[in-house]
């Protein structure tokens, strides 16, 4: 699973799931479904950081020896679905406040009502936690290099690895168009993970076909050349990201009330 400090685990067709009505609210009434996704995450951050200062202030918590920080959260299925609920609270406020409509109103305490009934549920399940983290890297540096190649459109994405055999979550995607007579050389973008000792390539002509290049993973200050022709076209998708190593059960040292 992706790091909580990765980004939101939910996208716009997350909130459809759980509410088939909010496109059509959020474009009567001019909300950005994204930006509300994005604030209910800047909220659960500050709940969480918050459960982790005071158990660590109060026991002098340590698990396996590492200092547990929010950069080693996990998400998990229980943060999810209170990041939905969080942000569909969010948006039926704002457009109850709108237009002052009492339906839309209702619905927004409703979401906040099953959005603090999962954030308990939260509590219940506790934290997923990692030891190494290595947070989502950047997109790839690229630059065109001249080679005997066809050009067409390719896409890249690159991940972090660890002596431990760990892949991080993958970058955003990059979209490239090459022009016939040359080749992509792909290197990591600064900051580079600390945790990170490696890194592998994802490439492909959609985003869906980018499959991986390296047979073993990359030192950090290599680079590595594309060659259409000798892409790999059948192998290994990018996977979710780290899985966890420890787990944490807040509702041994979190008050409720």
């Known amino acids: 699973m992706a790091l909580f400090v990765d980004g939101p685990a939910v996208i716009v067709d997350s909130l459809t799931e ?25 909220q659960m951050y500050l709940d969480i950081n918050r459960w982790l200062r ?4 109060r026991q002098n918590l340590t698990m396996g020896g ?21 942000a569909l609270a969010l948006i039926y406020r704002d457009a109850y406040y709108s237009q002052l409509n009492d339906r839309h109103q209702a619905r927004a305490k409703e979401y906040e009502k099953l959005a603090n009934a999962a954030q308990a549920e939260f509590v219940e399940c506790g934290l997923d936690l990692v030891q190494m983290p290595m947070k989502r890297p950047q997109q790839p540096v690229l630059s065109l290099v001249p ?5 067409g459109t390719y896409y890249f994405a690159v991940t972090y690895t660890n002596d431990a055999g760990q892949e991080s979550s993958a970058s955003g995607v990059l979209s490239v168009d090459v022009t016939d007579g040359n080749a992509v050389d792909l290197t990591l973008a600064p900051p580079l993970s600390g945790n990170a000792t490696g890194w592998n390539l994802y490439a492909g002509a959609t985003p869906e076909q980018m499959m991986r290049q390296n047979e073993s993973s990359l030192s950090l200050t290599q680079d590595w050349a ?3 022709s000798q892409a790999v076209m059948d192998g290994v998708h990018a996977g979710p990201g780290q899985a966890p190593d420890l787990h944490w059960p807040l509702h041994r040292y979190i008050q409720r009330g």
């Open 18 to 42: 759980y509410d088939s009505n909010v496109l059509g609210v959020a474009a009567s009434e001019g909300i950005n479904l994204t930006v509300k996704i994005q604030l209910a995450q800047e």
């Open 147 to 151: 080679a005997q190649e066809t050009g």
């Open 66 to 86: 590492v200092h547990t920080g929010i950069e080693r959260v996990v998400w998990n299925k229980a943060m999810r679905v209170w990041q939905v609920y969080q």
């Open 54 to 57: 005071r158990t660590l202030f």
């Open 226 to 228: 594309y060659l259409p």
